[in-house]
C-alpha cells in the first residue's frame, strides 16, 4: 500500500469536499486492488476501514432468510464504500464483493474519526457525505427489496 498525496479533481464523492478537507482526508488514504469476486466484508463483521471507488465496482448485499445474499446496490468509481465505521457500534450492516478488479482508497476509520475530532468543520463537512450516502443506500436497498417481495402487478401498467 502507498500513501496518497491529494487525490484529482473530479473524483466522485471528493468533489464535495473544499481543497483544504480533501487533502486532510486524502493524507491519510492508501492505495489497494483487489481481484473480482473478493469479498471485503460481512454484515455484522468490525467495521474498521472504508473506501473511495477508483475503478471496478462492488455489490453491496444483504443476507435474505431462504434466498442466501441478495445485492441491494453496486458501488462504483468515485463512490464510498463503507459507512458502518462512522457509528457505533462499528459493525457492517451489509456485506460488499467485488465484481470485477477494483482499485481504491482505503481509509483506516479510527484515523479518520480522530481527524473529525480534531477538525470539527471537516468532520461535520464529512459526517454529511456520509448521511447522505446512508440515505440514498437505505432508499436503494428499500426499493430493490421491494422490487424482490412487493405484490406483483401493484405498479402502474405499460
Do not use: K, N
Not at 481481484?35 to 473511495?52: H, K, N, V
Not at 458501488?75 to 460488499?96: I, R, T, Y
Amino acid at each position: 500500500m502507498t500513501s496518497q498525496p491529494g487525490a484529482p479533481p473530479g473524483t466522485g464523492i471528493l468533489t464535495a469536499l473544499p481543497t483544504e478537507q480533501r487533502e486532510r482526508l486524502m493524507a491519510l488514504a492508501h492505495e489497494v486492488t483487489h481481484p473480482g469476486s473478493a469479498r471485503l466484508f460481512e454484515e455484522g463483521q468490525q467495521a474498521d476501514r472504508f473506501w473511495i471507488i477508483r475503478t471496478g465496482s462492488v455489490a453491496l448485499d444483504v443476507q435474505v432468510p431462504g434466498r442466501g445474499r441478495v445485492v441491494v446496490e453496486t458501488v462504483s468509481a468515485g463512490q464510498l464504500l463503507g459507512w458502518s465505521w462512522l457509528c457505533p457500534p462499528h459493525e457492517w450492516h451489509l456485506g460488499a464483493e467485488t465484481r470485477d478488479a477494483v482499485t481504491a482508497w482505503e481509509f483506516d476509520a479510527a484515523s479518520v474519526r480522530e481527524l473529525c475530532a480534531a477538525f470539527p468543520s471537516f468532520g461535520l463537512a464529512l459526517v454529511t457525505l456520509v448521511a447522505e450516502t446512508i440515505g440514498h443506500r437505505l432508499r436503494a436497498t428499500r426499493t430493490r427489496l421491494l422490487d424482490l417481495y412487493g405484490p406483483q402487478g401493484s405498479g402502474p401498467t405499460p
